[in-house]
Nanobody, 122 residues
Framework: QVQLVESGGGLVQAGGSLRLSCAASGRPFSTYTMGWFRQAPEKEREFVAAITWSGGGPDYADSVKGRFTISRDNAKNTMYLQMNSLKPEDTAVYYC???????????????WGQGTQVTVSS
């Protein structure tokens, strides 16, 4: 099993930045594709970004492309999401997830963190 713990969420003004972290423990972190998803109030959870086990081939949702950057440090068993130029519509609970395929589908991710709240004020 893999345990995932997100951190770095908080309250920020529009235009500001935050960096989320996802710390992993358990099975070897480096073998998993990692992803970020988010869920806004009264909305379904949606894909944000994903990265392969080697750090290659990052994929981004159109809504965050050019503003968010996903990265990972396998030596530290940690994945990151650098979020710049934040908008009020980015307000959501952000979840990290681990799986074996780099996809945008929730169902392909096996392990999930508990989430961290990001609130962007206008």
């Amino acid at each position: 099993q893999v345990q995932l713990v997100e951190s770095g969420g908080g309250l920020v003004q529009a235009g500001g930045s935050l960096r989320l972290s996802c710390a992993a423990s358990g099975r070897p972190f480096s073998t998993y594709t990692m992803g970020w998803f988010r869920q806004a109030p009264e909305k379904e959870r949606e894909f944000v970004a994903a990265i392969t086990w080697s750090g290659g081939g990052p994929d981004y949702a159109d809504s965050v492309k050019g503003r968010f950057t996903i990265s990972r440090d396998n030596a530290k068993n940690t994945m990151y999401l650098q979020m710049n130029s934040l908008k009020p519509e980015d307000t959501a609970v952000y979840y990290c997830a681990a799986g074996t395929l780099r996809t945008r589908l929730e169902s392909t991710y096996v392990y999930w963190g508990q989430g961290t709240q990001v609130t962007v004020s206008s």
